[in-house]
């Protein structure tokens, strides 16, 4: 039930509910058949844009850096260890805004598995303990608003509840 103010220099505000992995042990180069032995555990995540800032810098073919970076812009659930909710390669993803569904689908039907993601992210980047993934979102993408109450799910996984003041 937490709340996250409307960003600045916005006025299109978009919503991506998201499975994150969390690492918990470092390693770069992992080879996929090895990358679960790095996982600490998941949560829900919703990975927020500032979608017209992202529009302006792709047409001027620069970084989105203020798009996707900005205070409050990717609030997490409660994280849980895989001890608790073992390796998730299955499981229902939705995200419901004031009450109605606007994103579902399954961790199964990602692009990439969570093995994938870890092996391809650390050809580019050593992970390190803490680091947070987030994997990917269904289709249902759109935009929100000042008032809006948002629930998302991961299936085990504690849900996540947030209003945009």
Known sequence: NSRISYPSKTKNLHHEIELVVAI????????????LNHVFGYTVGLDLTRRDLQQEAKKKGRPWDTAKGFDHSAPCSELHKVDEVGYLQKGSITLKVNGEIRQKGNISEMIWSI???????????????????????????????????????????????????
């Open 24 to 35: 918990g042990v470092k390693g770069s180069k992992i080879l996929k058949s090895k990358a």
């Open 115 to 165: 093995p994938e993601i870890i092996s391809i992210l650390s050809g580019f980047f050593e992970l390190f303990p803490g680091d947070l993934i987030f994997t990917g979102t269904p289709s249902g993408v759109g935009p929100i608003f000042r008032g809006d109450k948002l629930e998302g799910t991961v299936e085990k996984l504690s849900k996540l509840e947030i209003k945009i003041i």
